[in-house]
């Protein structure tokens, strides 16, 4: 069996196409897939923690699916994958922002959706991947970076991020004590720097000194150069 098997992803949109070719996609690859048409079902759907993963549309007849991940991040962590029709910026910056993990726009390719899910999954599951001591990241160290299994530990703790947070983290990690400044961590982390907006950054950067400092609070390793950039001290 591969690690996602009998996975269960749940794939909300109101376009019965997408739905079915999606979800065939998934159950081909080896993932069991449930679907609804309603943000506000989807939220019901997810109270019970049964699901690994959501697809989730943007615009849905009821609840705008912003909507639906702002209140699904109240009670649940799962990951999050956005489907919209519109390939906006603002739209884009605003999904990750509000803890999405990735952001597909249609038309897409599903084998390229799936593809997106497994890499999701690798980063978010450490059982994947046991590159670091059997699975267990040393508790002396300040940091470890699997860079098979695609994340990152924090005093001995895997790091729960998203594609973009451990991508920037690692990026930091690399260069320790060296001042990168927004636009080379955008050419860097982000693919299409040229079109994102440098807000982004500050924005990610919050989210993962609310992830380390929950991990240990009064270890305040990521640095802000003011009018320079960031830093990460590892020492």
Same mark, same amino acid.
């Given at each position: 069996?591969?690690?996602?098997?009998?996975?269960?992803?749940?794939?909300?949109?109101?376009?019965?196409?997408? &739905?079915?070719? #999606?979800?065939?996609?998934? $159950?081909?690859?080896?993932? /069991?897939?449930? &679907?609804?048409?309603?943000?506000?079902?989807?939220? &019901?759907?997810?109270?019970?923690?049964?699901?690994?993963?959501?697809?989730?549309?943007?615009?849905?007849?009821?609840?705008?699916?912003?909507?639906?991940?702002?209140?699904?991040? *109240?009670?649940?962590?799962?990951?999050?994958?956005?489907?919209?029709? *519109?390939?906006?910026?603002?739209?884009?910056?605003?999904?990750?922002? =509000?803890?999405?993990?990735?952001?597909?726009?249609?038309?897409?390719?599903?084998?390229?959706?799936?593809?997106?899910?497994?890499?999701?999954?690798?980063?978010?599951?450490?059982?994947?991947?046991?590159?670091?001591?059997?699975?267990?990241?040393?508790?002396?160290? $300040?940091?470890?970076?699997?860079?098979?299994?695609?994340?990152?530990?924090?005093?001995?703790?895997?790091?729960?991020?998203?594609?973009?947070?451990?991508? =920037?983290?690692?990026?930091? =990690?690399?260069?320790?004590?060296?001042?990168?400044?927004?636009?080379?961590?955008?050419?860097?982390?982000?693919?299409?720097?040229?079109?994102?907006?440098?807000?982004?950054?500050?924005?990610?950067?919050?989210?993962?000194?609310?992830? #380390?400092?929950?991990?240990?609070?009064?270890?305040?390793?990521?640095?802000?150069?003011?009018?320079?950039?960031?830093?990460? /001290? /590892?020492?």
């Amino acid at each position: 069996m591969n690690y996602h098997d009998a996975m269960k992803i749940l794939i909300v949109d109101d376009e019965p196409a997408i &739905s079915e070719t #999606l979800a065939y996609a998934l $159950r081909a690859d080896g993932f /069991t897939a449930d &679907s609804c048409t309603l943000g506000s079902a989807a939220l &019901s759907m997810l109270q019970d923690g049964a699901h690994d993963l959501v697809v989730l549309d943007v615009g849905l007849p009821d609840l705008n699916g912003f909507d639906v991940c702002r209140q699904l991040r *109240r009670f649940s962590d799962i990951p999050v994958l956005f489907l919209t029709a *519109r390939a906006d910026e603002v739209d884009r910056i605003v999904g990750l922002e =509000l803890g999405g993990d990735d952001y597909v726009a249609k038309p897409f390719s599903p084998r390229e959706v799936v593809s997106r899910i497994r890499a999701i999954l690798r980063r978010l599951r450490p059982e994947a991947k046991t590159g670091i001591s059997d699975g267990r990241p040393e508790k002396s160290a $300040r940091f470890a970076v699997d860079r098979d299994g695609l994340r990152i530990a924090f005093h001995g703790q895997w790091l729960s991020l998203t594609r973009y947070e451990y991508l =920037l983290l690692a990026l930091l =990690l690399e260069r320790p004590g060296r001042i990168l400044n927004r636009a080379q961590i955008m050419e860097s982390v982000w693919q299409d720097s040229g079109e994102s907006f440098e807000r982004t950054v500050d924005t990610h950067i919050k989210t993962l000194r609310g992830k #380390l400092r929950a991990v240990h609070a009064a270890d305040d390793c990521i640095q802000t150069h003011r009018g320079l950039g960031y830093s990460v /001290t /590892t020492g």
